[in-house]
């Protein structure tokens, strides 16, 4: 079932096409990881978003939203060491499965504790954060094995509609529960049901075969070295801290802001429909459009595009702005993502070992990522704290301009340039 939906939708992306060429096509296993995912996103859309609203319901503080999100990135970081360290002594679907068992687990305590969450809430933050470490660290791994350099990016993109579908559906849903619960039971029914999407999730991860692999050496100690040696691959690691320093605040800000104006949870989950399919529209474009070459100029695209987005919450905090706001940020957030990730993806394989770094490189991936946004989220909460909400435009602009920093750190690959040029001039 995984993978019939993993490579009917992959195949659908290119059913104008008469031929998909062999090295571009996807196996079975990024089929099956693919079914996966959506099953995950499905089930973490459903209560990420609500529970952010949840907090919120409960003490009415962006302070403690802050707190706790900054909180769980820093756990996250944490965890992404250990789990790497763990997938260096057994394999990548280990502490993947692990990963999807703890974020079932961990939705089941926020249904056993209620409005308890609050008093344990930094508790809860931790927790969290090791669960989706340990999921992300396994399911990053996969994406890098069951890809290639040749068929990457259609696969992140593909990843990227299959993600979003499940991130379509699940707010919709857990809107319309909420809505037609009284209290806070439909939260309860919410959190519950991620649990039985995770266990899909589990059930399908059982369809990947383990990886054994002969380098169980965990070589994170001698990144430093690396970041030395190969500079392109260390400025790519700061292209992730600078996107976290956007991200951190966007990952719980919005709904927030939305549950605000218009006063329901439905009405947030419906908007993230819209936005969801948005950033499936995206996925369409980087599937088509998105090559090795154009990776410089689809960053600084979507820089100005976040920019523009900023600029209109400056005129007005209102529903209008709002969406807009968020309409060019979910169109642009997909296509940066899946540019820088295919980009350092690619950088991967130029390291020694020939891969066999790619559990440490996600590992700094991801500590990268988080660094910056802990930082924005520690920003956002002590320059909110100390000027009130109305500074919020600003920092949310800053964050965007600071996304041209990325146009600088993403150099362009001689090599793949010039297989482009080569290619262009057989064509003609």
Known sequence: MGSKFGAGLADWLDSRRTVI???????????????????????????????????WRLTQSMAINGIYYAVNYVAVAGAF??????IKRKDRMVVYRIGIAMNAIFYLAVVFAGERVVTYYLLFAVCNGIASAFYWVGYLTLMYDVSTDR?????????TITFTLGGL?????????????????????????????????????LRIRTKNSHHKT???KFTSLLLRKHPRWTKSL???????????????????????IVGREDVVGYLGVLFAGLSIVAGFFISRFGTEERSKSFIAYTAVGFVIGALCLQADISLTTVLIFMVIYSLCAPVQGNTVSSYFYRLIGDLPLR???????????????????????????L????????????????????QFLMVRLIERDASVEAGARASASAEG
Request: glycine share 10%; aromatic share 16%; net charge positive.
């Open 355 to 381: 891969g066999e770094l790619r559990v440490e490189s996600v590992v700094l991936r991801e500590i990268f990522m988080n660094a910056g946004r802990v930082v924005s989220i520690f920003s956002f909460v």
């Open 383 to 402: 320059i909110s704290e100390r000027f009130g909400f109305e500074i919020l435009p600003w920092i949310v602009l800053v964050g965007a301009l600071l």
């Open 81 to 86: 060491v250990l789990g790497g360290w763990l």
């Open 238 to 260: 700061l292209s992730f801290f600078t996107m976290g320093l956007q991200q951190g605040i966007m990952l719980f800000l919005p709904n927030i802001l939305l549950y605000r």
């Open 169 to 205: 559906i699940g707010p919709a849903l857990a809107g319309f529960l909420i809505r037609s619960n009284d209290g806070l039971q439909g939260y309860t029914l919410v959190f519950g049901t991620a649990c039985f999407m995770f266990l899909i999730a589990s059930i399908g991860s």
């Open 151 to 159: 068929n990457r990016i259609r696969y992140l993109a593909v990843n």
């Open 21 to 55: 060429p062999p090295d571009k096509r996807l196996s079975r296993e990024a089929s099956v990881s693919l079914f996966i995912h959506f099953c995950f996103q499905f089930g973490a859309s459903m209560s990420g978003v609500f529970l952010t609203l949840y907090l």
């Open 218 to 220: 965990y070589y994170l």
